[in-house]
């Protein structure tokens, strides 16, 4: 079984910050011979004002760049190019692409990107300390490579999984309040209303090592992922989310609309969302 991609990621400053902190990328590559490839990262800066919003922007560009040998494009404004000795390598067979890798290549590449994100963040946040102050970002990310998605997630935001008009989050938020669910001290509802709501203990930037969560999910034609920063999913209940992912007219409709949705609700944080259709 082959399956195409097709995604659509954008970003809004919501209906109460003054500035946007979050960041994200996406990509797809595809051709009739090879299996089809999509990176796709969301960022949530935290820190306020300059701070966030260069750890989001940092961390970004490093992931995306950590995978530039499969970022190749017709479109020339959306390829990540190679120098010549990045060349020189990848036709020595000097560099192993993504798209070649097995299961733990995929996994491994995944957590050397975040670990590698989180050590340009603290390296600027420390050579910058008036632009930086205290920041840090969450990240999600999604490397599809066929009918596989690897996942990785630190802090907050989340990737779903919707199926057959079912949702799922297939990360699990590294916050205060779902570490209260799971101890069985609030319920699930209680984590959009609980007073410790917005505090995670595990982001880039925070500390010298980070953990990197990474999961594995099979894709079946007919699915939808959807990554977004807490922004989206604090304002949006899943069964929402659920609705518009299912009626909506195509990734980039339902970006829109979950968006919309999101700042009708509230709008109390920056909202972030790509959205990737599996065909």
Excluded at 149 to 157: H, Q
Excluded at 226 to 247: F, H, N, T, Y
Aim: with cysteine; net charge negative; glycine share 8%.
């Amino acid at each position: 079984m082959t399956v195409s991609l097709q995604a659509y990621g954008d970003m809004h400053v919501g209906q109460v910050r003054e500035i946007n902190e979050d960041d994200l990328f996406y990509k797809v590559v595809q051709s009739a011979d090879e299996e089809s490839f999509g990176l796709f990262v969301v960022c949530d800066g935290i820190g306020g004002h300059a701070g966030g919003e260069f750890a989001s922007k940092w961390a970004v560009e490093t992931i995306r760049d950590e995978f530039k040998d499969l970022c190749v494009s017709p479109d020339p404004r959306k390829t990540i190019k190679l120098d010549t000795q990045e060349l020189e390598a990848a036709a020595a067979g000097q560099l192993e692409p993504a798209r070649k890798l097995d299961e733990s290549g995929m996994e491994d590449r995944i957590r050397h990107a975040v670990v590698r994100a989180n050590e340009v963040v603290r390296s600027f946040a420390a050579a910058n300390p008036q632009e930086a102050g205290d920041t840090g970002t969450t990240v999600t990310m999604a490397m599809v490579k066929g009918e596989t998605a690897y996942v990785g997630n630190v802090g907050d935001s989340r990737t779903y999984l919707w199926r057959r008009g079912q949702i799922k989050p297939i990360t699990k938020d590294h916050s205060v309040v779902a570490s209260l669910v799971a101890a069985g001290m609030i319920k699930p509802e209680e984590i959009y209303t609980h007073p410790q709501r917005n505090l995670i203990y595990r982001s880039l930037g925070d500390k010298p090592e980070v953990e990197v969560d990474v999961y594995r999910q099979e894709l079946e034609p007919g699915d939808r992922l959807l990554l977004c920063s807490d922004g989206l999913w604090e304002m949006v209940r899943d069964p929402q989310i659920a609705k518009i992912m299912e009626k909506a007219p195509s990734p980039k409709a339902t970006c829109q609309r979950l968006i919309d949705a999101a700042n009708a609700n509230g709008g109390a944080d920056n909202i972030s969302a790509i959205v990737v259709w599996v065909e």
